[in-house]
């Protein structure tokens, strides 16, 4: 069955700071992986989507890598800012269950 | 503006009432699915449509229902055989079901009085 973890579950850093969070998968059998922002109260927002044949996407200020072999993709935000502060998600779709599989998310404050 | 739209935000219900949660796009999708986020939780799958008129279940399926007779339309039907229904309720579509980057509406967030 496939597990996903983030951690740590919450996040606290200042302004202009790089950060990295993590998330790892228990079975490697994925089509890709999906990173989200939540915002409270609200919906989720597709940052990047990774395929299972490609190591890294690129968005801006935002850097996901993915090592499928070893179970682990990082999101890496650079010049941290507080309106990044909002819950990430990372996602993987399965390819034995076709099924997209959340994990529970790292809430992230930026202080100004 | 291209989206997804879900009504109402905000939803109350009595014990032993069935109540509908509407989900419509404009994006020209064929997938959709429906999503339930508890607090401190990630999203758990309740149902999913890759098609007009076809629907499969999801992790959490029992207590729900849906219906899929349009393309954009996807509502759930949460039941009283529910027996802890109080979440946050998200909708989603994409092209292609699980392939593609999926597209979330504003949420539900159904409370049990």
């Known amino acids: 069955k496939q597990e996903v973890t983030q951690i740590p579950a919450a996040l606290s850093v200042p302004e202009g700071e790089n950060l990295v969070l993590n998330c790892s998968f228990t079975?490697?059998?994925?089509?890709?992986l999906q990173w989200f922002r939540q915002d409270p109260g609200k919906g989720l927002t597709s940052l990047l989507l990774?395929?299972?044949?490609?190591r890294e996407q690129t968005s801006g200020r935002l850097n996901a890598s993915l090592d499928k072999s070893s179970g682990r993709s990082t999101l890496y935000i650079a010049a941290s800012q507080p309106g990044d502060s909002a819950t990430y998600l990372c996602?993987?779709?399965?390819?034995?269950?076709?099924?997209?599989?959340f994990g529970q998310g790292t809430t992230l404050q930026v202080k100004p | 503006d291209g989206g997804i739209t879900q009504s109402p935000k905000y939803l109350f219900r009595k014990e032993g009432q069935n109540v509908t949660l509407s989900c419509e796009q404009n994006?020209?999708?064929?997938?959709m699915y429906w999503y339930r986020q508890d607090p401190g939780q990630g999203l758990r799958l309740i149902y999913y449509?890759?098609?007009?008129?076809?629907?499969q279940k999801g992790d959490i399926a029992e207590g729900y229902s849906v219906s899929r007779e349009k393309k954009e339309s996807f509502p759930l039907t949460v039941t009283s055989a529910q027996k802890n229904p109080t979440a946050f309720y998200l909708c989603?579509?994409?092209?292609?079901?699980?392939?593609?980057?999926?597209?979330f509406g504003p949420g539900t967030r159904l409370t049990v009085l």
């Open positions: 989603a579509s994409s092209w292609v079901a699980g392939l593609d980057t999926q597209y």
């Open positions: 079975d490697s059998a994925i089509y890709n």
């Open positions: 990774i395929q299972s044949s490609q």
């Open positions: 996602a993987v779709y399965s390819s034995n269950t076709g099924k997209l599989i």
């Open positions: 994006l020209n999708h064929d997938a």
């Open positions: 449509s890759q098609i007009v008129n076809d629907f």
